[in-house]
């Protein structure tokens, strides 16, 4: 159980299998199997050395921001839950993703929709919540396996279907899909982007002065945001918890090298994007020939920032200002109240931004970066009664798929109990059946 676990817990393994067998299977030469594989691999590790060094940097800014705004609340967490239920349901989860990920092979390879979950995080993540909340309606050991994995194999395909028309427009074609649980808000902030947006005005072609030339160089306009974000930050919150966090240093010195490191992560990422894809994409079509015909991998959602890097600070900061916006709401309205998280608000908001300018344009980016921040923050404060019933206090996810997942099973078993879980089971079987019917392979209807 813990191979399988710990398989899943690395997505860059799993991405390297995957080129492995399509490189195989188009009876590649022994060097080109080799290079193929480990270049898939290491392009996904920098990729997540990139995405840990901003993941470091937020680690950093969060507490002190929240001090510095006088934010107080529950935190979404995904990483808190499953250290949780992983001591609960450590077993059935290892099951439930080895099965859940063959669910997915079989109705990529029987249904118009073939897309291939490879995110291992997001996979065990889901398996944990699935665990959880089946367990309150008498599911156990086999049988909570088996429905467990029903659901997590159709979520892995289901997901990256509503989002493939807009990742479609970003990438121009079906070589790679959304592998990451916030369906919901991408599909919600491209949509509207596309109804109050611009797309002839996009993200990347805005103008800046003559004499602020540098700002067109993403990188460096990244560095600038990041670091006034940092000093504003920093220099408003409490000396002796910035001076504890700094270690002493010198507050303006700390901040710049914060926001520095945030930049050189986020530089990472897209070099590490840029050659894991150059060699994925094309193992790939190995997959789609001999196992899944037209196979497409649903990868991490860092992979379609290198397609507009300044959507990616504009859908963040929206996202950012959106989840501040909710957070001062929640409490009106009778609520829990989330501290918006800003770890999940940047990858979501980051990849909300380069669909949203995509379909509107800058304006569209701005706005639909602001709704993605408005439901990332309210979807965890409905989904943490649920979690409390389950036994996780004061704690929620963080992603919205992980949400609307949870409320659904989580009603269903309550109001329903087993058979309200099964009756959500015929109701996907027949979802796949009408689109087995009504739709072409990667023609899923096309957004507008």
């Keep these: ?19 492995l067998i399509g490189l195989i299977a188009l009876k590649k030469s022994v060097q080109e199997i080799i290079n193929g594989t480990l270049k898939t691999i290491i392009g996904f590790i920098i990729l997540q050395i990139g995405a840990g060094a901003i993941v470091n940097s937020l680690n950093v800014l969060g507490p002190l921001f929240q001090n510095a705004f006088h934010l107080q609340g529950v935190i979404p967490t995904n990483e808190a839950v499953i250290g949780l239920a992983q001591k609960m349901f450590g077993t059935e989860m290892a099951l439930m993703m080895a099965f859940g990920f063959l669910v997915n092979l079989i109705i990529a390879r029987l249904t118009p929709l073939k897309y291939v979950f490879l995110t291992g995080h997001h996979i065990l993540f889901m398996s944990g919540l699935l665990a ?27 997901t990256p279907a509503i989002v493939q028309p807009y990742y479609r427009k970003v990438t121009g ?19 509207i982007s596309g109804l109050v947006g611009d797309k002839k005005r996009s ?45 002493n240093q010198n507050i303006f010195i700390f901040a710049i090298i914060q926001a520095l ?21 094309p193992a790939f079509k190995g997959i789609a020939e001999k196992i899944v015909p037209d196979a497409i ?74 709704v993605n921040g408005l439901i990332l923050t309210f979807l965890p404060a409905i989904l943490l009664p649920v979690m409390g019933q389950l036994g996780f206090a004061n704690t929620t996810f963080g992603d919205a798929d992980f949400a609307v997942t949870g409320i659904i099973v989580g009603y269903a078993a309550k109001l329903f109990s087993k058979t309200g879980v099964y009756v959500l089971i015929g109701i996907l079987i027949l979802l796949f059946i009408i689109i087995s019917l009504v739709a072409k392979p990667q023609k899923i209807a096309n957004a507008k």
């Design 1 to 19: 159980m813990e191979f399988i676990v710990s398989l899943f817990s690395q997505p860059a393994i799993m991405v390297g299998i995957m080129a």
């Design 132 to 158: 959880a909340v089946l367990s309150t309606a008498g599911f156990r050991g086999t049988e909570l396996v088996i429905v467990g994995s029903l659901i997590l194999g159709s979520t892995m395909v289901l």
């Design 173 to 191: 074609n079906d070589s790679v899909a959304m592998g990451h649980y916030n369906a919901l808000t991408y599909f919600i902030s491209a949509y």
């Design 203 to 247: 993200t990347e072609d805005i103008k800046v002065p003559q004499g602020l030339s540098f700002f067109k160089d993403n990188t460096i306009s990244t560095a600038i945001i990041m670091m006034i974000i940092f000093l504003v930050t920093l220099y408003s919150a409490d000396r002796k918890l910035v001076l504890e966090a700094s270690g």
């Design 261 to 281: 490191t945030f930049t050189a992560g986020f530089v990472v990422v897209l070099q590490g994007v840029r050659m894991m894809l150059a060699e994925i994409v």
């Design 297 to 370: 991998p649903a990868l991490d959602c860092p992979v379609i920032f290198p397609f507009a890097p300044n959507a990616v600070i504009v859908g963040f900061l929206s996202s950012l200002v959106g989840g501040i916006v909710m957070f001062l709401i929640l409490p009106h309205i009778g609520l829990p109240v989330i501290i918006p998280g800003l770890i999940p608000l940047f990858f979501v908001g980051a990849a909300a931004g380069v669909l949203s300018n995509a379909t509107g344009g800058l304006r569209g980016t701005i706005i639909g970066g602001f």
